[in-house]
């Protein structure tokens, strides 16, 4: 009945979607009622095992023309099913440690149906009144765990309390993630770096040509280690540095950017005299999980006179682990700091932040309207380079209040765990080799025969480099052929690792976020990889003509 | 029993709420329950009626610390009944007609909590597989909307066919909202003004500092009305031009740019030599709804070579109306289009999009990293602005099957009539003046006692400027009582209409999208509003007694 409501597009039929609910025994309902009780069996049941390879699934999606009459919701929920959620990502499940996305939390689903229904905007306080003042509380919150504590006796209760509400400051801003956070600071910088001076009005203003023209650079530079994210380089396009102006630093043998190199670049970039628009710390990198050594950085930085901004999107949550917080030392020295809570905060998608040390330092960036953001207002949009935003905030502060300090560092030492025992699992094995040890819950590693392994212990550098060209089409086949079968998933990248003499190879990728990840799943990634190994003997004849030559 | 599972923070109690759903009788069930049947209900049972300060409202979010212990999730959620819900703001109430939120189709709801469930993530196909074939059709079906039809036979079946699951094309990009789609728009707009010519490598890779020098440009600028979105300004700082090139042309009495003002500052613009951005046009302007007239607009970007975008955020969803698409003629020929499905498509926050004419537009902002966006990959991260996001997309195709496009039609048709039931309700009362007519579905008005509004008629200029600014006062005590005593809600801008000489006044303004809200409610709103204004008349003393001199 309440499916049928939809069968002519008439006036009266139209409100009623937005006045009766699904009825119960609908198959939207159903689905609801699904994933309300058991999510990991919903996403079991309706995902299927063995991937579609993309061309046939793009099949479904086909129909370029916006459908001339109203359907009925209940067709609506079984087209989904059929097409969409099938061919979707289990991306919660405790096997699939390829990506940044692990479970969440139950209430989260409740919480976020409420989030809808609320339906806030949080670019002014007139759509979201009290989801301001907790936004700015849970922008305090983290705030504090990154800058406040026993490090900075500046920030106590008594700051917290005077800045984190005024409308004269912000001590942070949430975004729809990392790369919107990375953008967000170094705006920030590039706007404080070419600030008014004298009769030139800043680059806010009167824009970039004339700001280097004013301040005399060559060029405008950001610093980070080779490893830094992607999202740098496009942060420098869209904020008009051109991307060979992100200058890599190269790393060291555990993909720490090397102290030594950066003196080295910031020597040559004076020299040349280039502006340098910030000096970039990775607390996680995306394809190692390492931190940079942010204490030292930090030194150099203050020396320098340098922004420092930390991307801490993926590890900025090991900052609540007392246990892991020295990894991260150095961090409460940033001037900007990047964390996305729908990484190791277990949040769902579309909750970054921005945290910034001065509470003043949005000012460079703050703009105003007739009807919004006035002057002295407390709107968030009159210094967030988003404008309309959904109320995430109150995500994160449920999972802060639930699960607590205390309960963020259990999970954050256990993902860790697992990823030594992973680590070690690895190392036991014959026929693996692992190239990145973990220091956050992140490894790298590839399938290397034994009899492989031993030769390359004594062939010269030229075998050995074909030989790792062939590995690494063997761990490319792994990877796909793990996803495509369904029952686990591991990402890959590629690295330069010292071990390989500088050589770019390719490897999986695995991140231990997942606490449902139990050591028997990894033991069966582990079995499954080495049967599918077997599996492409055939497929990769070089590298067994090259085994048989032995 | 569920509630206390997080009594102790042991690892065991953590791993339950990932694992173990909410207990039916909990709290977060309960809401959740009144959410599904009951929207309205819900959050008139539980917003409280009567506003507080904002400064009472922010003691209850003084806390800085994160709580060191897990606490109860029921605990949490009467907290956010209590403290959070009771004081949000109602924006779906039909009476609350001051804001560009309207109410949700309810089929959203479950849809939205299947999609937290799926925590997809639509940077990579790896993490969202399905959805991103479902993306690239969503956002298809927009650009036909937009481009196809019977008005450019070049976009028809076989066009789509072929470009919208290319590897190699991009008919538009999702993203968060308005701001993003703009800025979008205007970084592709800049990086293909500013390309690769010669041995200059083009500005995303060199930065704008050498591209303006190459190109010998003295400025860059965006031409756009006065009534331009204020994220353009802020678009033009993130890019690297200043706020000051964002060239603000005149608008005639119905708030659409002048086009003679517009032909003269590119007269002047090509005069000093300005590389001239782009020229935007306005589809629904924020404070009044007008459109630009975008085929005139679309003329002179095409006689003078500009890149021409059109910021339809809040009137795209008109163009599925065909009675009323006429007002956007011109459309279809603009290089980029933004539309926040989140505004007249009925869909929650956080769904922007962007629309390219040119499927190849965003080769200009292409980038790729090793562990995502390879290159040939159809990871649509490789040219968005943003990263990891979520799968919105799946509520806005949800939308555009459930209503079709003739419902679309009825909504924005009914949209549109209410608007001008209301503004011959205004102009048929004595003490309200309409300031401007709707076009769309936007109108602004004030209070303005009919004594008063007949002295105007009689007295001079200064006079006249005097009771106009007596006149803001009381329009803005009106609006913030209103609010205030919870019933009902319109917003305010400032306008410079030509009727009062260029003075600045201030003006209610309200947007009529609503399906819900009744012509009785409207009566109420203006009954309420000349109530207001009579119990205000002793807090104005200066009207009264220019009232009495009359």
Redesign the interface.
Known sequence: MSDKR?AA?S?EN??R??????APDST??R??QE??????G??RDNIVAV?KP?SE??Q??????????????SA?AD??LD???????H??SPSFI??M?S????????????M??????LVK??????????E??VI??????AY?GTRTEAHN?QY??SV??SADTSLGAF??????AN?SAL?IAR?TLLGPNGSF?G????????A?SHYGYS??VVLVSERGH??L??A??????????IVSVKTDENNKICIESLEQRITELKAENAGILSLVGVAGT??TGNIDPLDKMADIAEREGIHFHVDAAWGGATM?SNNQRPLLKGIERADSITV?A?KQMYV???AGMVLFKDAHSTDV?E?????I?RKGS?DLGSHT???????MS?LVY?C????????YE??ID?SIDTAKYFADLINAEDDFELVSEPELCLLTYRYVPKVVKDYMETCDAEEKHIINELLNDLTRFIQKKQ?ESGRS?V????LTPKAHDGQTITVF?CVLAN??TTKDILKDILAEQKEIAKESWRSLPAILKKIASL
């Open positions: 939809l597009a006036e139209l409100f979607i937005f006045t009766i609910p699904e939207l309902a689905i609801e994933v309300s009780q058991n999510l990991d919903f996403l991937e993309l699934i793009e479904d999606f086909q129909d370029s023309v916006v459908p001339e009459h109203p359907q009925f919701v609506l087209e989904l097409k969409l959620v099938a061919q979707s990502v991306t919660s390829g990506h996305t479970a969440l939390p139950y209430f989260l689903l409740p919480l976020s149906k409420l809808v229904g609320l339906n806030q905007n306080i007139e759509t979201s009144k009290a989801f301001t003042p907790l700015r509380q305090g919150m983290l705030h504090r765990i406040g209760d917290y309390k984190m509400h975004c729809s993630g990392g790369t919107v953008i705006w706007n009005k680059v806010s203003k009167e824009g970039l040509f004339r280097m060029r405008l992607y999202s380089g496009k420098a396009d869209v904020l008009g540095l051109g991307r060979q102006d995306t394809e609540m996305d729908h769902p998608m579309g960036i703009h105003h309207a007739e009807y953001l407390k380079l988003e404008g309309s935003r959904p109320g109150m449920a802060l209040k639930v699960m607590g300090r205390s309960g259990m999970l256990r996803r998933f990402s890959r990248t590629r990728r606490p449902l």
